[in-house]
């Protein structure tokens, strides 16, 4: 299970309404639709896993901070985020970020799945 | 910028889709479903990539949604024009030119580049036609500048032109002047309207209770309202039933206090309240300043009573000195009451706990202030003690004030998180040190200003 942390970007917005687009329409069923965003999932993590190879440095100032089930979420004001050629200024900036180090990239909403069974004896 | 100038986001984004789409073949056709419904998906989802920003480098390099090229004649000089102020026109369409009519109403265009550089002056009177027809007339002169864009613009050169406007400022500036007129009456008039309504509930109540009421009518100016008049009228035949009563009916005057002090409390600060939402610009800070120092005469008699009644002397200096107290230390006084009133008018059923809360204040302070100021001189010590004692107050109830504000941090939290700028992302270690932040992120997808930006590694630092 990848990361659902991409559906909140442009890509997977558009994604998710087209989706809903077909599902109203009748088009798809919404098991489908979900089918459909978890490949988008395994997709866009090998994608920037594997694609993108490129590094930036950025300076700003730490509004708030928020930790909370492994995942980290900041608010920066004034944020210089630097290239190797160019500089962007951003006044406000939300980082969202989850655990990248996790042996096993689980699923966040996932995260207090039961993954085994209870096993239960009676004596008879 | 961050992999955004030359289209490889854009790039990635179409294997993405590609990817997804391929891999979701199979899958429709286990579903029954007809190769036409996956085409419909993918031709949903690309066309609104494409109406976002966020593959706007996918697009043509001439466009630019955010700007407009203009085009002016080439015999175009600008030594002929006066630079006097700069028109921002709002440019929401995709053109590439336009062509401007002159003074001379012909129709001119040329290219930008073709030997002037930014910035551009326009004449007045210009009128602007973009491509899609829409038509700018400029008024004043224009000084057409370039855009500060995100991607480079100097190896494009014959594009982004924004114009700045500034016709509205003269609009605007004339906006804060007006604005500030309701808030300079309001601190005066806090004050001021805050006492009116009491006086009314004085009336009605018993002689008995009037204790806690300033018997020195003498010392109010005949600017106060009449009502505050007709309530100090009873006040000097009270004056010796103070001192009779108070010795004997201390714990009956404090419960007898409590509803005009609470009346007291709650009207001054529903008056404060409406007051300061109401911006009231009528009240003279003269007015002002009198119903304050009654209201400090309350006080002081309240205090005067509680404590062990030894001198008949101290109302006299103590009320005399309330007029020697400076405005600043007066509005600190109303201040005062005004939270306090709040509390009450906040809970009702809890109104009576909170009145005599707010006189055990009252009195302790007031006692710590008579017992200090025995010792030494009437006027001096009275009048610091009675500013220590104001200052005491003013901590105590300043406490709820700053609890508050913790609800007004609670409801910006939705705000503050509520941004269209967002970085989506892995951290690979987060560190921090004292208020020395450091971030150590992966694999993310930054959208700023509707486009989006890709990263494989980002550091960065903060404080916090």
Redesign the interface.
Known sequence: MAYQLYRNTTLGNSLQESLDELIQTQQITPQLALQVLLQFDKAINTALANRVRNRVNFRGSLNTYRFCDNVWTFVLNDVEFREVTDLVKVDKVKIVACDGKSESTQNKSDKWSVTQTPQISVCL | ???N?TGPVAK??L???D??IE??RE??LD?G?EDR?LD??RH??ES??MQ?K?MEDFRKNNINSSNFVLQLPASYSRTDQELTTSVLIPASHNIHSFPMKTNSETLATFSLPAGLSYPVQIPAGVTLQTASGQLYKVNVPVVVTQAPA?Q?LISRPTQRVSVEREAPAPQSSAVPPNTKRPQEGDPPSVPASSIQPPPNARIDIPPGQENSYPPQQPHVPAAEPSQLQGARSPEPDIKMDENEQSPQHEPVNLSMNASPCSQLLEQISSEEALAQTAQLKSQDIDDILKEVIEEEREKAERARILAPAKNDNKPDPVIGLDLDFNYNELSDIVQLDGPAGNSDMEEEEGGPLEENDFLGIINAEAIKALQEGEGSSDGNSISSSSDSEVAELEEAVEEDPLNSGDDVIEQDIPD??D?D??????????HRSKNR?K?H????????G?R?????????????
């Open positions: 910028m961050l992999s100038n990635l984004y294997s993405i889709i990817d997804v891999s979701m899958l429709f579903e479903l419904v419909d998906l949903l989802w609104k990539m976002s966020a995100v480079p503050l998180f941004t700028n967002v970085i989506v992302c892995q951290y690979d270690k987060i932040w971030f992120l992966k694999d993310g997808v930054m959208c700023y509707g989006d930006y890709v990263f494989s590694k980002a550091v960065g630092e903060a404080e916090w």
